[in-house]
């Protein structure tokens, strides 16, 4: 291994660290992505009327971020690196807030829908799994990024050439 590697790279347990909760996050967004975000059930319904799926709702934007952010956990792990270590915080960041301002306006609607003899009926709009796995894995994303900080400290100070006086 090169020695500008075997310096830059994260110590064993806080590389482990990234890379299982980076892995972890991005695995909970992917999988999200094709499951149900909420349901539409009406009062008169025995099931759902309508159910969305949670990748067609924001145009599987939470995939791209999941791959994306697999590939700078294994970037952190094999080489170590504080920017790829922040933007798996950011992509975190991002994931959660296309879930909280995207996502969960819709998951907790009401309105009309028509019913099967033509009549409206008031319904209501109920948060499923989806919801949940796509907030779980940004937390996890930001956590995982928090943490790793936490445990490295501050960066290493870089040590300065005297000038030469000529």
Not at 28 to 39: C, D, I, K, R, S
Not at 49 to 78: D, E, Q
Not at 101 to 109: C, F, K, N, S, T
Request: a neutral charge.
């Amino acid at each position: 291994m090169p020695e500008a590697l075997r310096r830059s790279a994260l110590p064993g347990a806080i590389g482990a660290v990234v890379l299982i909760g980076g892995l972890l996050g991005a695995l909970l967004l992917f999988v999200a992505e094709f499951t149900t975000l909420y349901e539409v059930k009406t009062a008169s319904s025995v099931g759902p009327v309508r159910s969305v799926s949670t990748g067609s709702h924001h145009a599987y934007a939470m995939a791209l971020i999941a791959i994306v952010v697999a590939a700078f956990a294994v970037g952190v792990w094999r080489a170590g690196g504080r920017p790829a270590l922040l933007a798996i915080g950011v992509l975190g960041l991002i994931a959660l807030l296309i879930s909280l301002l995207g996502d969960l306006p819709d998951a907790h609607g009401n309105g009309l829908v028509a019913n099967s003899s033509g009549h409206f009926e008031i319904a209501s709009a109920t948060p499923s799994g989806g919801m949940y796995m796509e907030s779980l894995g940004a937390v996890v994303l930001i956590i995982t990024c928090a943490s790793a900080f936490i445990l490295l400290g501050p960066p290493p100070r870089l040590q300065r050439e005297p000038a030469a006086n000529g």
